[in-house]
């Protein structure tokens, strides 16, 4: 069902989940917000996610938002990337998309675990995971 009238909506998970298909799914349901607000958690085994995912799966689709207020943290199998993954490459896909308010974190948490946050500033939260050496 359609929620045409919710104008704000806020998710927040703290516990690492897989089902991240199914927030895109969620969020198409809000086609009128205005205000977004996520903290979310993903085990992706094959992606992660950065300024074009967030475009193709959250703001392509909401043509009223003039808010989105994020932290995304991305655990991968490192054994599943094509390529390593660098801050810069993931920052330039939000300069790409014109969120120039966004920043990112990549930290190697294991020899098999790769953690990457993407983040909008001011950053609005109270807990920022995984800091690692690499605070940007």
């Not at 009223?64 to 390529?83: P, W």
């Not at 330039?92 to 294991?110: D, E, H, K, P, Y």
């Not at 609005?124 to 605070?135: K, V």
Request: aromatic content about 12%; glycine content about 4%.
């Amino acid at each position: 069902d359609m929620l045409p009238n919710l104008k704000c909506f806020s998710l927040k998970s703290y516990f690492r989940f897989q089902q991240y298909e199914q927030i895109p799914s969620l969020l198409r349901r809000m086609p009128y917000l205005e205000h977004l607000t996520l903290y979310l958690c993903i085990k992706d085994q094959h992606r992660i996610t950065d300024g074009t995912r967030v475009q193709d799966d959250i703001l392509a689709h909401m043509s009223q938002l003039h808010s989105l207020t994020f932290y995304i943290s991305t655990y991968i199998d490192s054994g599943e990337l094509r390529h390593n993954i660098s801050r810069e490459h993931i920052q330039q896909t939000f300069i790409n998309i014109g969120q120039q308010n966004a920043t990112t974190i990549v930290n190697r948490l294991s020899r098999s675990v790769v953690e990457c946050s993407i983040f909008s500033l001011p950053f609005a939260f109270d807990y920022l995971g995984s800091l690692g050496n690499t605070f940007p």
